[in-house]
């Protein structure tokens, strides 16, 4: 079956099975995406002759030509865009001020067949494994300048979800697939711990062998989904005299006696994006949540984060891309001397410079795509598309601020928010310095 004929067809069955929000008209322009899906007879669309432009924001911007895209994913995109102006975008300034999202937006992008694209049918999920439906919901995020909403959702698909599909058992997939492609039950992975950054090797929250369960203690800090989180990856010390090999992942749930989130913490930017502390205190976890082998969570971790960090760098490129389309608006509205702030020599270099960075971006991005779904996308690799978009991310907004003036401080202004939201880009799923040093280490200097 084709991409888009899963999509198609698993949306359809929801529309008429599930009486939820999508159902009571909510979702009208991908219905009819159905229909005339449905309509046609559903032959397989002809791939997009290369040199198509496909890009995320809509800002009539001159961009190089995309090729990664196809009829399938423009039709995927649409209803992504339809998805985010009408559950998203409208209610953004709301989620800003409270510092969370509603677990209402999961079920509906549950629904509306945005989660768990790549999980197998049986289990509720599309059976597609290809990362540019991922992608396309990360660039559309950031199109409608709603990186913290979303930030959730991309989390939930491209983090936490490979760990629930490559190391679970069959009674694990039964019992969790289902609820994550729903989105009944959401997703965290909890690595980090106060005190030591980077270094996941020294961490101290632990879990002893009790018979049929571990007794885990110990805390978690930074924890994106923290508080909605109904399944947590934990990264747990089984065995105190190793380091890496004494490393395994379990899956904390809900609900589970001793488990206890801490504050909602106050960040700089990304507000709506729930992180928190955890707090586990003789929390006694079942050895059937243990995820793969234990004394392996190490080698678990390494193998998923090249995707992390891909995920990190396609929401990095689509919010430069976003910033350079409200930026382009602006400069062409705004005159001061009597013309547009755009015709000046030095905005028109600047323009120039951010077109052709994010060109070049995009470029390698959408190799690393490829690679990724031809299952060849190295660690070094990741790490190159990590820290290079996560810092021209920084760069574009900041010039793009400028640009802007002082209106560019305000937050009334979509490049205003940017700017506080793009901060931690470098810092999370690994700092740019140890991007450069799993660089630097392949170079064999």
Not at 5 to 28: C, K, M, Y
Not at 360 to 387: P, Q
């Amino acid at each position: 079956m084709s991409a888009t004929g899963w999509w198609i067809d698993t949306l359809s069955a929801r529309f008429h099975e599930l009486p939820g929000v999508l159902n009571a008209g909510h979702s009208s322009g991908a219905r009819e995406l159905v229909d005339r899906r449905r309509a046609s007879g559903g032959p397989r669309p002809r791939p997009v002759p290369l040199g198509r432009l496909i890009h995320s924001n809509r800002a009539n911007i001159a961009a190089m030509r995309r090729t990664i895209f196809n009829e399938e994913h423009d039709m995927f995109r649409e209803a992504v865009r339809q998805f985010v102006s009408r559950e998203i975008t409208p209610n953004v300034e709301t989620w800003e001020r409270e510092g969370i999202v509603p677990r209402d937006l999961f079920t509906a992008a549950g629904s509306a067949g945005f989660l768990g694209m790549d999980v197998p049918e049986a289990y509720g999920g599309g059976g597609v494994e290809d990362f540019r439906y991922n992608q396309i919901i990360g660039e559309e995020v950031q199109a409608a300048g709603a990186g913290g909403a979303g930030l959730g959702i991309t989390l939930h698909n491209d983090v936490c979800l490979p760990y629930f599909l490559s190391l679970t058992t069959e009674e694990q997939k039964q019992r969790w697939l289902p609820g994550i492609c729903s989105g009944e039950l959401i997703t965290a992975v909890a690595m980090t711990e106060p005190g030591i950054g980077s270094d996941l090797a020294s961490m101290s929250t632990s879990a002893v062998r009790d018979g049929d369960t571990y007794v885990v203690n110990g805390s978690k800090t930074f924890i994106t989904n923290g508080i909605n989180a109904d399944l947590v990856i934990t990264a747990v010390k089984t065995d105190p005299t190793q380091k890496h090999k004494g490393m395994s992942l379990v899956v904390i749930e809900r609900g589970m006696e001793g488990f206890e989130r801490g504050r909602n913490l106050e960040k700089v930017g990304l507000h709506s994006q729930d992180t928190a502390e955890l707090f586990f205190t003789d929390v006694r976890v079942p050895v059937d949540n243990l995820l793969g082998s234990e004394g392996q969570g190490f080698v678990h971790l390494v193998r998923n984060l090249p995707q992390e960090r891909l995920s990190i760098a396609v929401s990095a490129v689509a919010g430069a891309e976003a910033a350079l389309g409200w930026t382009l608006d602006y400069c062409r509205e705004r005159t001061a001397f009597g013309q547009p702030i755009g015709s000046f020599q030095n905005s028109r270099f600047k323009l120039a410079e951010m077109r052709t960075e994010i060109d070049i971006a995009w470029v390698f991005l959408d190799r690393c795509v490829e690679s990724l779904n031809a299952g060849e996308l190295s660690a070094e690799e990741a790490a190159e598309a990590k820290w290079w978009s996560t810092e021209l991310h920084k760069r574009v907004v900041d010039t793009c601020v400028q640009l802007h003036g002082g209106y560019g401080y305000m937050l009334e202004y979509p490049i205003a928010r940017a700017y506080a939201d793009v901060r931690i880009s470098t810092i999370y799923g690994g700092t740019t310095e140890i991007m450069k040093e799993i660089i630097g280490r392949s170079l064999g200097v």
